[in-house]
C-alpha cells in the first residue's frame, strides 16, 4: 500500500502541474459561461437550457481528461523511458498501474466536484431551483469518465499515446451508441454483421447506463435503481480494466 500511495501522490502533482489540466478546466468554464448566457437570451425555460449545455460540457470535459489521463499516466512515461527508473524500485508492476490510476482518478474527481459546484452556482444565479436528480448526474458523469480513464490506462499500457487516445475516444464512441449496436444486431439479416454488432455491444463499456442528463436537465424521471447499477457497474468495469492493464504490463518486456 505504502508504494501504491507514492505512486498515486507522485501522479497526482504531476498532474497538477500539467497545463493541459488547466487548459481542460478553462474550456469547460468557459462552456458553463456560454450556457448561462444562452440561457438568458431565452424567453422560457432558462434553467433546462443551462442544465443541458453545463451537463454536456462536463460530460465531454470529463471523456476529454479521463482520456488523456489515462493515456500520458503511462503511455509517456514508456515513451519516455521514465518508467525503467520507476520499475526498478521495489514495487511490482500491479502497484505501478494501481498508483497511476489512482492519482489520475483523485485529480479527475477535483475537477468534477469543481465543474459541478460551478454549474450549481451559476444555475442559482437564475434565482430557480436546483432539480432533485442533479446530485445523481454528477455522479454518474464522473463513473463515465473514471471508466473511461481505466479504458485508456489499459490502452497506454501496450501502445503509443496517440493510438492509446484514439482507441479510446473510439471506445467512447461506440459505448455511447450501445443501444443502437444492440438494435442493428438484433435487425441485421446477415449472420456475419449480426454476430460483429453482438461482440461489439458485449465487448464494449456500455455508458448509455451513465447517462441521465437530458431526463435531470428537463425534470423528467428516470428509474433510481440506474444509480445502483450504475455504480456496480462502474466499479466492475475498472477492476477487470486495470487488471488487464496490470497483466498485459507484467508481461511486457521492459528492460
Same mark, same amino acid.
Given at each position: 500500500m505504502r508504494s501504491i500511495s507514492s505512486i498515486s501522490i507522485a501522479t497526482f502533482k504531476g498532474f497538477v502541474r500539467d497545463r493541459i489540466l488547466y487548459g481542460v478546466l478553462l474550456f469547460a468554464v468557459l462552456f458553463l459561461g456560454f450556457s448561462y448566457t444562452l440561457s438568458m437570451l431565452t424567453i422560457i425555460e432558462e434553467r433546462k437550457i443551462l442544465l443541458d449545455f453545463g451537463l454536456s460540457a462536463i460530460s465531454i470535459s470529463g471523456m476529454i481528461l479521463g482520456i488523456f489521463l489515462g493515456v500520458v499516466s503511462i503511455a509517456k512515461e514508456i515513451e519516455n523511458r521514465t518508467i525503467y527508473t520507476i520499475i526498478s524500485k521495489p514495487l511490482s508492476r500491479t502497484e505501478y498501474v494501481i498508483g497511476k490510476y489512482l492519482g489520475a482518478l483523485a485529480i479527475l474527481a477535483i475537477v468534477h466536484v469543481l465543474l459541478s459546484t460551478t454549474l450549481v452556482g451559476v444555475t442559482k444565479l437564475l434565482d430557480e431551483g436546483l432539480p432533485s436528480g442533479l446530485p445523481d448526474c454528477f455522479l454518474l458523469l464522473f463513473c463515465e469518465s473514471a471508466i473511461l480513464l481505466a479504458i485508456a490506462s489499459f490502452f497506454s499500457v501496450f501502445t503509443n499515446s496517440f493510438l492509446a487516445g484514439t482507441f479510446s475516444f473510439t471506445i467512447f464512441l461506440v459505448g455511447r451508441s450501445n443501444t443502437a449496436l444492440n438494435a442493428l444486431a438484433q435487425k +441485421?439479416?446477415?449472420?456475419?454483421? +449480426?454476430?460483429?454488432?453482438? /461482440?461489439?455491444?458485449?465487448?464494449?463499456?456500455?455508458?448509455?447506463? /451513465?447517462?441521465?442528463?437530458?431526463?435531470?436537465?428537463?425534470?423528467?424521471?428516470?428509474?433510481?435503481?440506474?444509480?445502483?447499477?450504475?455504480?456496480?457497474?462502474c466499479i466492475l468495469y475498472i477492476c477487470f480494466s486495470i487488471s488487464l492493464a496490470s497483466w498485459t504490463l507484467s508481461r511486457k518486456d521492459l528492460p
Open positions: +441485421s439479416q446477415s449472420h456475419v454483421l +449480426s454476430g460483429i454488432f453482438k /461482440f461489439v455491444y458485449w465487448a464494449s463499456p456500455n455508458l448509455e447506463r /451513465f447517462n441521465i442528463r437530458d431526463l435531470v436537465a428537463y425534470g423528467k424521471p428516470y428509474p433510481h435503481e440506474m444509480i445502483s447499477r450504475g455504480l456496480i457497474y
